[in-house]
């Protein structure tokens, strides 16, 4: 590919760069979406448990909060005139012994400071909603949801070449230099060298955006903007277990993610998890069978009719933290760190619902 200019360039078609391409092909500027992988979604956006997040437990004040409060909203609205299926069910989120009452307690307090209202539930009247769901008590989330995620994508990428955008996969983006006012793009068309030029750059390339950042040169390291892998496995129960659930149905959050959780998705298959451990820089998606007694161990509290045999190993995903393993809560990155030079980085859970309220947010940093 060899363009000799372009008036807006975005790095990544995962969710966050297809909803930004997507809001400024609509505005009427002239955009190229540059994909390293051969069709868009098939990194970060394309693994992940498929579900709209109410933004409940992040932190008051936040980008995640205020992005995934709105992009719910949103993202509700925008399936719904699509006609792309997603449930209205709502989620549970539950304890399953006394000493549970008093967290989830506070995950409801956390939660309505997000302006996010959810309903403490006795025991009872969570097996009215779940008979198969053992639990002392529950937070009811009716904003929650699951949706086809890949027809989601789909949509949005139509959007984006019905407005004029022009999309590139196979395109692996090395390197950022300042040229005439804009950004001059350097990288790789399958085997072929490709130069692009810019007057602006969105970079929102999910797994990679600390390195396209550093390319531009930026310091990331300096800045606390370095990527680490944390991967997330899940496991498929079968067709008969699976008819037990009706929505999804989640246990008390832990340090590095929302806990290892029931979600059926919009077809009735079910999938449990994810996890959440920390690897090295490699795209690796294998899943460990051996790993099936250890999720059997973390449900089977609140879900008794699971039985160890019920588990197949399903998928895997990596989220792109800025949280080190152990550390404290970290927001979002979205700025323009250079003239010319957005970067989204650190676009995690809760991304993908938060990506067209994470789109408007771009339009007004512009």
């Known amino acids: 590919m060899c363009t000799e200019h372009i008036d807006i360039a975005v790095i990544g078609a995962g969710a966050t760069g297809l909803a930004v391409a997507r809001a400024l092909a609509l505005a009427g500027h002239e955009v190229a979406l540059l994909e390293a992988k051969s069709r868009w979604g098939q990194g970060v956006s394309g693994r992940n448990s498929e579900v709209i997040h109410a933004g409940i437990y992040y932190p008051e004040g ?8 709105e992009g719910n909203t949103l993202l509700r609205e925008y399936l719904t005139v699509r006609a792309i299926p997603h449930s209205r069910l709502g989620k549970l989120i539950v304890g399953w012994e006394p000493r549970h009452f008093a967290d989830l307690e506070r995950i409801r307090d956390n939660a309505a400071h997000n302006g996010v209202t959810l309903t403490l539930l006795s025991g009872t009247e969570v097996s009215m909603l779940e008979p198969n769901i053992q639990s002392v008590a529950g937070l009811f989330s009716p904003t929650s949801s699951v949706f086809d995620s890949g027809l989601f994508l789909h949509a949005l990428y139509r959007d ?16 950022l230099s300042p040229d005439s006012g804009g950004w001059e793009i350097s990288g790789r068309e399958g085997a072929e060298p490709f130069s692009l030029n810019a007057g602006l750059v969105i970079n929102a390339a999910g797994l990679y955006a600390d390195q396209v950042a550093a ?16 991967k997330g496995d899940y ?3 079968p067709p008969q ?5 009706g929505r999804p149905v989640y246990p008390l959050p832990e340090r ?15 999938k449990l998890g994810p996890d959440a451990y920390y ?17 059997f161990e973390a449900v089977h509290p609140f879900f008794p009719a699971l039985e160890a045999q019920d588990l197949t190993p399903a998928m895997s995903g990596i989220r792109p933290k800025l949280q080190k393993k152990g550390g404290p809560f970290r927001d979002f990155h979205l700025a323009m760190d250079l003239p010319g030079l957005i970067n989204c980085i650190g676009m995690e859970s809760p991304g993908l619902t938060s990506c067209l309220a994470t789109a408007r947010h771009i339009l007004t940093l512009l």
């Open 62 to 69: 936040s980008l995640k909060a205020r992005l995934c409060v």
């Open 279 to 295: 690897i090295d820089h490699e795209e690796d998606y294998s899943v460990d069978p051996a790993k099936a007694a250890l999720f």
């Open 256 to 270: 590095d993610n929302l806990g290892i959780h029931i979600t059926p998705d919009v077809s009735g298959a079910v």
């Open 241 to 245: 277990k699976a008819r037990l659930v």
């Open 160 to 175: 984006f070449e019905e407005a004029g955008g022009l999309g590139f996969m196979n395109v692996e983006v090395t390197g």
């Open 215 to 230: 390319t531009a040169g930026i310091p990331v390291a300096q800045r606390d903007l370095e990527i680490t892998f944390c």
């Open 235 to 237: 496991f498929s129960i």
